[in-house]
C-alpha cells in the first residue's frame, strides 16, 4: 500500500483538481512495482508516486494522461509483461529484459463540487441542507463574523470572516480553481457588487470562466451591475458567462425553493443536461 499517493490525491482533488491514479494490483515474476505501487497525475500533469519507473511508468503514465482527457470518470485495467517479445491478447508488450508481468489498475477521479457561498443567510443555509447529503463541500464568506462561524457551518471546509477586498486580494486565477462554483448570496448588493468585479478581475484571463459564478438577484439589478462591471473594464464575454439569476426558473420564493433550484441547475451544469431538453417521459410521447 501506499498511502502518501492517496493522501495526495485527496489534497489535490480538495484543490479543484482532476486526478487519473494508477495502481499495481498484481505482479508475477521479476517486476519494478510491486502490489499497492501507485502513482497519480492531475489534469495540468502533476505526479507523484511511482509503480517501478522506467517503460512500464512511461506507459502507465501515458494511459493516464488519455483517461484524464476524456472528461469522464472511470477506470480500465491493463497487463504489462515486461519482455518485448511477449504475446497475448490482453497484454501490453514492453521493451524490457526483466521478464515479469503486472496487472494495473487505472481510474480518473473528479473532484466533488465545492461552492463557495459568499453570504451566509438563509439561502446559503438551504442550499448546505441540500448539498450535505450529496457529499459536497462548501465553504463560507461573509463580512459579518456571526454569519461565518463554526458553530453555524461546522462542517465547513473554509471559513471567511473579513471585509470583501481583503478576501479578494489574498486570492488569485490558481487559487480560486479550489471552487468548482462561487454564488454570491450577499446581503448587500454593494458588496456582491464588489466581490463579483474583483473576481472577474482576478480571472480575467479566462477564457471560459472557472470556478462557475452566479448571482442572486433580479434581471433588473444585473442589467445595472452590467453597467458598473463595463465601467469598471470587466469583459463583456465574462459578464455573459455568470448566471443571474441563479436557479432553474421553477417559480421559487421561499429559501428552501431557491436552493432546490440553484442546486438543480449546478446539478444540469455538472452533467452537461440542457435543463430544457425533454425528460424520457415526454420522448416516449414523441
Known sequence: MCPRVLKWTS????????????????????????????IAI???????????????EFKVLKKLKELIETEESGGIIEVFALNKSAKGFEVVALDSLCGGKVTISMEVVSPMPHILLFGGGHVAKAIISIIEPLGWNYSIHDSRKEYSNNDSFPSAIEL??????EFIKNENESTLQRFSDILLLGHDWKEDEERLIGLLKLLDNSIILRPRIGVIGSKAKWHSFEKIALKNEIKKKHLDQVTCPIGINIGAQSPEEIAIAVCAQIISQIKKK???????REKLKQ
Open 42 to 56: 492531475t489534469n495540468t500533469g502533476e505526479t507523484f508516486g511511482t509503480v517501478g519507473g522506467a517503460g512500464l
Open 274 to 280: 440542457d435543463i430544457n431538453e425533454p425528460n424520457w
Open 11 to 38: 489534497s489535490k482533488l480538495l484543490q479543484g483538481y482532476k486526478v487519473a491514479m494508477a495502481t499495481v494490483i498484481n505482479a508475477t515474476g521479476s517486476v519494478p512495482g510491486k502490489p499497492g505501487a501507485r
Open 160 to 165: 471567511h470572516s473579513n471585509e470583501v477586498n
